[in-house]
């Protein structure tokens, strides 16, 4: 992990600390600790202290340690629950979202993860009811056909809940939430492929019960609407990707005269990057790829463009739902959807008969 990426996630895990109230003596652990705790260098903990303190949350007193601010970002207005699948991959930046949004209107954030398990989900949701938690912000868990567990409802929760990045399966539900468009995100990489003159698409995907079914009903319409056929010249779908089934598609995208893929997600984009270099075949000169989520596009050996989900937004209106939920009970639900924006970098250029 590059320098400044281990900085902003430690930032990211001490500012989660003080809005979870980790530290309830206002005292954080010494920065010598907190590098053992962490496993990063001295050096990366000052830095991120550093960020902290410029941002107000924290303050250092010379030869006792770091205290936090007592600031609107740090006082203890109502709780709120935050339940996500992971900590790891996507979910971060959401969090974030949420946190920042909760820390300006003074409150703080009860996180737990599940990793993706839903007998933890279900106890992670009764801890923070029994702890007090005013609202909740959720992202279950889905069956494989992209319905929660038994269509659960969330009425029985007790307190209001906002759903994050569900609310698309059927059959259709009442609860509020706040979701990326992504078949809208998988319009925008179609249309910036045909711009460049590609009109034969691949695509491969993750299986994935909530986004990848959105992403397949975006290119059909997209390729529709071109007056091309519905379906990609090439479609393939995995549960996990390895570098001898990238290496496949390459060789079928190369028969089929395939000259740019559109990949669910970054990880299985920069799979076949890597496979196409071992066979001589040139990014983007030969074949343009497209990456989606933008978690590591940047970090690819060719910097992919990538469909990147408005991750931080779906955090702060989860928040905003909510505490309008709280402050007006009989207001009408609120279910809203966000548009992806595209981020070009050097994995697509024009089509090899356009050079």
């Known amino acids: 992990m590059a320098r400044g990426r281990k900085t902003r996630h430690l930032a990211d895990e001490l500012r989660r600390g003080i809005a979870e109230l980790r530290w309830p003596a206002g005292r954080l652990p010494t920065e010598q600790q907190l590098a053992r705790d962490q496993g990063v260098s001295l050096n990366t903990v000052r830095r991120a202290v550093d960020l902290l303190v410029q941002e107000g949350l924290v303050y250092r007193r010379q030869g006792s340690g770091t205290y936090v601010s007592d600031t609107p970002a740090t006082r203890t207005g109502y709780a ?6 992971s900590l790891t991959y996507y979910y971060p930046r959401v969090v974030a979202g949420i946190e920042g949004e909760l820390a300006r209107r003074g409150c703080r954030m009860l996180l737990r993860s599940t990793d993706w398990d839903t007998a933890r989900e279900r106890q992670a949701v009764d801890e923070l009811v029994a702890a007090g938690a005013a609202g909740l912000v959720l992202v279950p868990t889905l069956d494989d056909d992209g319905s929660r567990p038994g269509n659960a409802d969330l009425a029985p929760l007790g307190p209001p809940a906002v759903l994050v990045e569900r609310g698309t399966h059927l059959p259709p539900i009442l609860d509020e939430f706040v979701r990326s468009h992504h078949a809208a995100g998988a319009l925008l990489a179609v249309e910036h492929l045909l711009a460049l003159g590609h009109t034969r698409i691949g695509y491969l995907e993750r299986t994935a019960p909530h986004t990848a079914p959105q992403i397949r009903s975006g290119l059909a319409a997209a390729l529709e609407r071109a007056g091309l056929p519905a ?25 089929s005269g395939v000259t740019a893929v559109i990949c669910f997600a970054d990880h299985e984009a920069t799979l076949l990057v890597a496979a196409a270099r071992r066979r ?18 940047d970090l690819c050996e060719v910097p992919l463009t990538a469909v990147s989900p408005p991750k931080k937004e779906l955090g702060e209106r989860a928040v905003d739902i909510l505490a309008a939920r709280l402050a007006d009970p009989g207001a009408p639900r609120r279910q809203e959807t966000l548009v992806p924006r595209l981020v070009v970098r050097e994995s697509t250029g024009p089509a090899p008969q356009s050079h």
């Open 80 to 85: 709120v629950g935050v339940v996500v699948p």
């Open 231 to 255: 379906d990609p010249v090439i479609t393939v779908s995995l549960p996990r990707w390895t570098a001898h089934d990238a290496e496949a598609v390459v060789g079928r995208a190369v028969e």
């Open 280 to 297: 001589g075949v040139r990014v983007p000169e030969d074949l343009s790829v497209i990456g989606y989520d933008d978690e590591i596009a």
